[in-house]
Structures are given as C-alpha cells and as structure tokens.
C-alpha cells in the first residue's frame, strides 16, 4: 500500500509518525534546502538538520531543491535470519521518499528515502543517471545529525593507524571536533540512548562524525588518497544512515535495524555454519610458539594434528592454524608485502592436516594475513581461495594489520572506497567458493551479513590480543552499546592462562566464559592452548564447549554503558538459555530474575566470581554451583572487579 502526492512545491512542512508513533520525523523545505528532525515521544533527539552533496566539478546539491513528488509507504515484516543473536527481526516502518530536482538552470534530479521504524529512523540518497550527469567524484556529504552537544558520548576516533582498535573515551558531542566512528552512542539530556551508525556500506567511504562549523554533528566519509570521498556511478545511492532510537542503555543492544535495512541473499547458503574453534594462535601471543618457520615454529604438521585431535577430545569442531605460509620470516609487518597465500612453510602439508581433519570432522579455519598488502594479495587470491576449497577449508580468517591499505603506490584508509570494496571482494568470492569468513581489521559491520551469511565474524575492535596492560575491564562493559551494535566479534575469548608473565590477563576467569554470552561470534574461539582446557581447568570448559554460537533470542537484563551488562540468550537448537554478566572494576550483586525463561524446570549451572575474587589479585577465584530453578526463580550472583558470571540453563 502507498501513496504518492506530485507536489512541486518550494516550501514544505509535514510530520510522519512511526508505526506505533512514538518516533516522528518532521521535514522542512525551507529556504530551497531540505532539512529533517527526529522527535521521540515529542521530545527532540536530533534538531533540524540539512541534507545535501557536495561533487567535484559540480554545483553543490543542497540549496536550490524543489520536491517534485512524494511517495508513502507502509511495510511490516517479520524477517529470519539463518544465524546471529536474534532469529527473527521486525521490519516494520513507514517510508517516505522525496523525489527533489533543482530549481536553478541546473535540474539535477535525486531522492531521499527515509524509514521510520518505532525504534530507529533511516535514510539514504539515491542519484540516477541523467544527461550531463553520469558518473560524480563525492567531495563531501552534508548530512548532519544535530544532537544535543551536551549529550554523552562514546567515542573512538577514526582515520587513525590502529583502525577501529582503541579505547573508548566518554566525552560530550560538543568534543568531537575530530572524527569519530559509527556506531557513535550517545545519551540524550532528556534521557534516551541514540547510536549514530549506517546499515549496507558497500562501494562508498565508512561514514565517521564530526562536529562542523555550525557545531552540527555531520557526516565526515573517510577519503580516498586523491582526497575524494568516493568516485560512482550512476545510478548510486549512499547507504542507510541509521538513527537507533532506546529509553535505556540495555534496550538499544537489541535494535536489528540496520539488519532490516539490508536485502536478503540471492542465492542459496544454507551451507553457512557457525562455528566454534581452538586455535594454533595465543601460544604465539605469549612466546611459546612463533609465526616463523624455525624451531618454535607453530603451524608445523606435527602441532596441526596434534591441536586436531585434541578439538576431538574438547568437542570443539574447528581449528585455526595460524603461520603455515610463507612470509612471516623477519619483520613480517615489513615483509608482508611478499607473503604467498598459496606457498606452505616446508614443515606443514595443508592437504595432509586438512585430510586428518576432514576424517575426524574438524573444519580448518585457514589464514590469511595481509599485511594490508591489498594488491599482492589480490593477485593471489583465486589461487589462493581455491586451494583452501580443494582442500575442503570452508573457513577463512584474514587480516589487515597495518596502519594503511598499500596498492599500486597508494597508501589508502582501510574504511574508504577502496577498503570497502576490497572486503568485498573476498566476501564474494568466498561466497563462491562456500567458504566463511572472520576478517580481522575489517571495516565495521553495516549489517550486510543479511546478504552474505558466509561472513560469520569480524574484529574491528581492542579484543582480547590487547591483554597484558591495554585493556581495561571498563572496555568489555562499553562494547556491548557501541561496537557491537554493528554485529559480532571475535573477541579471543576463554583465556585461561590469566598469570603468564608476557600477556598477564586482566580478568577473572569466570569472566572469561561470561564472554561467549556478552560477546557474540558467528565463530567464536576458545582461544587458549588445549593443555589450559584438558589438564587445568577441565570442568570450566564444559561451558565452552556446549555454548551456542547460534541465538534463538536475545534478551538484555540489566547494564548501563560502562558499568555493566548482563544478557540472556536461548539456543537457536533447543530450550537451552544462557545468561553471561560483565562488571568494570566496580564488584557488583546482580539479581536475576529468571522469567525469561520458558515453562519448565531447568537445571541452572553457575560459574560465578568468588566473594573475595579480584581481576588483580585474586582472578582464578570462582565457585560452580548447580541448581534446579524456573521461571519464577530469582538468583543473586556476585560480580568481583573486572569479573563476571555465565550460566547455562539446561532444559530439563
Ligand atoms: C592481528 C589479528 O587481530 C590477530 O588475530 C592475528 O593473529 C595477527 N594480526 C596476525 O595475523
Ligand atoms: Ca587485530
């Protein structure tokens, strides 16, 4: 059902209201330029803001529109994701498109299509082709989000070496006078939590925030190297800008919109599984192994079959092998420029290790790392992905660690126009070729694994490879409102080994299992070395091992950005819930109230923080406590500092 209205008009004000009518949005041509407001409740979340381009060689698109037509629609849908943390998502909105030419002699045609949905407001720019206008270099986009300056926000900064890998700052909007990323959450004065993000970022630079001259929050598209925001052409249109819209900090870590806002697949990947792995990786990290061939070499033949049959005895079905190709001698930040993708070391046999695997039913997680060296790894590429599907890899972990992406003589942003189409590159042809992906120093997640299911997993955040003194227990407690609002992470989980002298982990362990519920991975690690597992803490691993990487539902409990966040999750496969807590450095009581879960009697298993457990000087401190309980349950748990909790709620 729509309407459409032809209207031609230079003067325009009108209010639309979401499906339920707590969200409206109000626009206004005014002054030949168009501008939108968001209001929740009547109360106003973002002031009125212009919309426009600005192109190379071109007048600007923003002060000379007229709309032409007007066209509304109503859609509501219940969408079924194959994986993630919620299977079904709502799709429900009311859209509004402005079909807009130019008053002057120039009669440039474009459309904004606006959504409003009761919890999120989205819009993008669609640009046909026209004579005279064919294909545009992007200078800048002006669309501004004007929020309360006086609102708290989140922050990390963006067009920075280490990507998306730093500490989150709290500061007021009124700071960002530098870029930040997206999802940038902030809390109103009047109360709400909004997260600023987009939703379907392909061929297009990563949209980062900052503050303008008028002191508007606006959209600040990260550069190509020829100082373009990006080359299209016509037909183009940007992707969503996404406005997620909560009354608490809890409620804003279900919003699915940006998922809603992509399409679904067009073939078939019914062969997708999630996926949870044990890897030759963190003995590296901590100076056991190394990713060079020599005499601690990691990713021999020998290490391989050894690390499969010990995911056999742990029930892990996946192994990531790490360092087997060559390049990683030297400097390998400096030498990656030369790693082969399709050259194994001397002392690893892919097809061997992959022909054990395959026996016993493990996947292999294969590797590839970059370096950023976008252009000699595209020219391997195909060879290279298909050697991993002849030998029946169907994962791929790859990774970017540089400061920049290098090709061809440029040095260009990971999270511009060339970075983005390079992630996507290899999330088709992987696609292809049925292989999944985990893309460390990826661009951020913008919801497009509704299309592409194959790409299970991302970094692009501090993970877990920052222990040993750059991670705060504050980090983990800040994620949940912010980065992974753009989706799953592979975070490195189930550290056990917390007092090693090289990468001494700041954290309980019981906090170490909490994070396979507070973190979500389509493929989730169990990123310690199996001895840590099989010979110390056997009992522990139980969680590990019988955790979901697949959601039914989700279901926040309690948290407030910084502080704290505990959620529930129901496995995807049976009426097994789950429920992980995270504090910062604060100890903490949390009190649970179980009637999230379904009719029935469970049988509730607790790892919990001792009462005297500290993420400093006392973190193996923990108790396992088992329990029958139901719906009407309630349970106090403790939280040490820097500590946490899981529970696994087993249907009896
Ligand atoms: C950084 C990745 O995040 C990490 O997981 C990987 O081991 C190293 N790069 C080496 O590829
Ligand atoms: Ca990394």
Not at 335 to 350: A, C, E, H, M, R
Not at 618 to 633: A, D, T
Request: some cysteine.
């Amino acid at each position: 059902m729509f309407k459409w209205a032809p209207l031609r008009k230079a003067e325009f004000h009108q209010n639309f209201s979401s499906p339920n009518g707590r969200v409206v949005c109000q626009f206004a041509l005014k002054n030949n330029q168009i501008s939108y407001a968001v209001f929740r409740d009547n109360r106003p979340v973002i002031k009125s803001s212009l919309l426009g381009f600005k192109f190379f060689g071109e007048a600007l698109l923003q002060d000379n529109l007229k709309i032409i037509r007007l066209r509304e629609q109503k859609h509501r849908e219940t969408i079924e994701m194959p994986w993630g943390e919620d299977r079904f998502i709502k799709n429900d909105y009311h859209e509004i498109t402005f079909y807009f030419s130019e008053s002057n002699n120039k009669h440039r045609i474009f459309t904004i299509r606006f959504r409003i949905f009761d919890n999120a407001v989205a819009f993008r720019y669609e640009i046909p082709p026209q004579p005279n206008f064919r294909r545009i270099s992007i200078e800048d986009e002006l669309t501004e989000f004007n929020i309360d300056l006086n609102s708290v926000a989140w922050k990390i900064p963006a067009l920075q070496p280490d990507r998306y890998e730093y500490n989150y700052e709290k500061c007021s909007v009124y700071d960002l006078s530098y870029a930040v990323h997206t999802p940038l959450t902030v809390r109103t004065p009047n109360g709400y939590y909004v997260s600023i993000h987009e939703a379907a970022l392909y061929d297009y630079g990563s949209m980062n925030l900052k503050l303008n001259s008028k002191h508007a929050l606006k959209s600040d598209i990260t550069p190509l190297s020829d100082g373009a925001k990006a080359h299209v052409d016509l037909p183009f249109q940007t992707p969503w800008r996404l406005i997620m819209l909560a009354d608490s900090a809890i409620e804003l870590t279900t919003n699915r919109t940006m998922y809603a806002l992509n399409d679904p697949p067009e073939s078939d990947f019914s062969w997708v599984k999630t996926l949870k792995f044990i890897g030759i990786w963190w003995a590296m990290y901590v100076g056991e192994w190394t990713w060079a061939p020599g005499e601690k070499h990691g990713a021999t033949t020998k290490h391989a079959k050894e690390y499969i049959d010990a995911a056999i005895r742990l029930g892990v079905s996946g192994l990531l092998i790490e360092g087997w190709n060559e390049g990683w001698e030297g400097n390998w930040l400096e030498n990656g420029k030369n790693n082969s993708f399709i050259v194994s070391t001397p002392d690893f046999n892919l097809q061997e290790v992959a022909a054990y695997a395959k026996s016993h039913n493990i996947e292999i997680v294969g590797h590839h790392e970059t370096v950023g060296f976008v252009d000699n790894y595209e020219k391997q590429l195909e060879s290279a992905y298909n050697i991993y599907a002849a030998a029946g890899v169907h994962y791929i972990k790859t990774g970017y660690a540089n400061d920049m992406m290098y090709a061809n003589g440029r040095k260009e942003y990971h999270h511009s126009q060339f970075g983005v189409k390079h992630y996507q590159k290899t999330i088709e042809l992987a696609a292809r070729k049925h292989i999944c992906l985990d893309i460390h120093e990826p661009i951020k997640g913008t919801g497009i694994e509704r299309t592409w299911p194959n790409l299970l997993s991302r970094e692009g955040a501090r993970g877990q490879e920052y222990e040993g003194g750059s991670l705060s227990p504050t980090h983990a407690c800040i994620l949940p409102y912010t980065r992974l609002l753009s989706g799953g992470m592979d975070y490195t989980s189930g550290i056990f080994d917390l007092q090693n002298n090289i990468k001494p982990i700041f954290t309980t362990l019981a906090r170490q299992l909490a994070y396979y519920i507070v973190i979500y991975s389509g493929m989730q690690m169990a990123a310690d070395r199996p001895r840590f597992y099989e010979d110390k803490f056997p009992k522990l691993f139980e969680f590990i091992r019988d955790v979901p990487t697949n959601f039914e539902r989700t279901v926040p409990l309690a948290g407030e950005i910084g502080e704290y966040y505990i959620v529930a999750r129901k496995d995807y496969y049976s009426d097994d819930w789950y429920v992980g807590g995270v504090t910062n450095s604060d100890s903490r009581k949390a009190h649970l109230n179980l009637d999230f879960l379904d009719q029935g009697e469970y049988l509730a298993k607790i790892y919990v923080d001792s009462e005297n457990a500290h993420y400093k000087n006392n973190p193996f401190g923990m108790e396992i406590l088992e329990q029958k309980v139901n719906q009407k349950s309630t349970l106090t748990l403790q939280m040490a500092p820097g500590g946490g909790f899981a529970i696994q709620f087993r249907r009896l």
